[in-house]
């Protein structure tokens, strides 16, 4: 049975940092390149960061470069969102994606996780 789970999402101040958590099972995740996606009221969901299978290239939105660090760790079957210098425009639904590296029409999503920045 093939779960993604997102935690780590919550309230935070302007200029302060979280860090999202994405937890992979029921997939070979070394497989899978991962991203984070976001949508805020609104708008239309769009990607934040994506991080090829061994971890070895990421690639970022304009909008978070310099701020957020995505990464993995294949070992655990997770990938993280370092998210620093936050600001309310940030404000969203953060979800994860596994996108397999050959069959790209094979991927997974996770149910989300709400970050909201706020004084």
């Known amino acids: 049975q093939v779960q993604v789970v997102e935690s780590g999402g919550g309230l935070v101040q302007p200029g302060g940092s979280l860090r999202l958590s994405c937890a992979a099972s029921?997939?070979?995740?070394?497989?899978?390149?991962m991203s984070w996606y976001r949508q805020a009221p609104g708008k239309e969901r769009e990607l934040v960061a994506v991080?090829?299978?061994?971890?070895?290239?990421?690639n970022y939105a304009d909008a978070v470069k310099g701020r957020f660090t995505i990464s993995r760790d294949n070992a655990k079957n997770t990938v993280y969102l370092q998210m620093n210098s936050l600001q309310p425009e940030d404000t969203a639904v953060y979800y994860c994606?596994?996108?397999?590296?050959?069959?790209?029409?094979?991927?997974?999503w996770g149910q989300g996780t709400q970050v909201t920045v706020s004084s």
């Open positions: 994606n596994a996108r397999h590296r050959a069959y790209r029409n094979i991927n997974y």
């Open positions: 991080i090829t299978t061994a971890g070895g290239s990421t």
């Open positions: 029921g997939f070979t995740f070394s497989s899978y390149a």
